[in-house]
Each structure stands twice: as C-alpha cells, then as structure tokens.
Nanobody, 128 residues
Framework: QVQLLESGGGMVQAGGSLRLSCAAS????????MGWFRQAPGKEREFVAA????????VYADSVKGRFTISRDSAQNAVYLQMNSLKPEDTAAYHC?????????????????????WGQGTQVTVSS
C-alpha cells in the first residue's frame, strides 16, 4: 500500500522559510512524477511544483518560481519543498502527490488529475 506522509509545516512570519518533506512508502517512483499542491480555505487546489523522480525535470507555478525549490532524496524515497521568502498568500495546506503515469508532455505535470497518490497534507501559515 502506497503512503505519502508530509511533514515540516508550521507558522512563520512573512519573509521566513520552511522545508516540507514527503516520505513515500510502499513503492518507489523511479522516473515517475512527484509534486506538491496546495489548497487554501475556500479556494481550489492549485499546483505548486513537480519533478520527474530522476530529478532531470522540474516545473513551478509562476507564483512560487524563484522562491520554492523541489528536490528529492532517492535513498530516503522522499521529496522536499524548500520554501523561502514566504508570503501570507502562501498560507495553505500543502499536499504531496505521486503518479504511476509517465507524462507524455510537460504540461501534464501541472494537472492534479495526473497524480493518483496523495498525502493528507501539512499546514503552512504565514503571518504578515
């Protein structure tokens, strides 16, 4: 059974940093996509960042580009999201996601429908 477990969320002031972790168990996702999405209260889930498990390809939402970095540790079977220069609008529940499907084009990485495994989420709150 595949499980994704996020950790690292918390409360931080604007301009601060947090590092989210996503530990995958039950299988490895060699050459498959893994990503981060977020959902704020009353809003739809939105794409944040994703990568090909090999690390050779990464994509980011425009709103986080230059501030967030997605990475992975193959030995730990984990994916990370380093978040710097946090803003109040980054406040949301952050969910890790993984897919069994190898995308045929880069645009698919942005779509939540690509991912069939999801974690429960970790809350990030940024105060002004």
């Amino acid at each position: 059974q595949v499980q994704l477990l996020e950790s690292g969320g918390g409360m931080v002031q604007a301009g601060g940093s947090l590092r989210l972790s996503c530990a995958a168990s039950g299988r490895t996702f060699n050459n498959k996509p893994m990503g981060w999405f977020r959902q704020a209260p009353g809003k739809e889930r939105e794409f944040v960042a994703a990568m090909k498990w090999s690390g050779t390809f990464t994509v980011y939402a425009d709103s986080v580009k230059g501030r967030f970095t997605i990475s992975r540790d193959s030995a730990q079977n984990a994916v990370y999201l380093q978040m710097n220069s946090l803003k109040p609008e980054d406040t949301a529940a952050y969910h890790c996601a993984a897919s069994d499907t190898r995308p045929s084009y880069s645009g698919q990485y942005y779509a939540s429908s690509l991912y069939n495994y999801w974690g429960q989420g970790t809350q990030v709150t940024v105060s002004s």
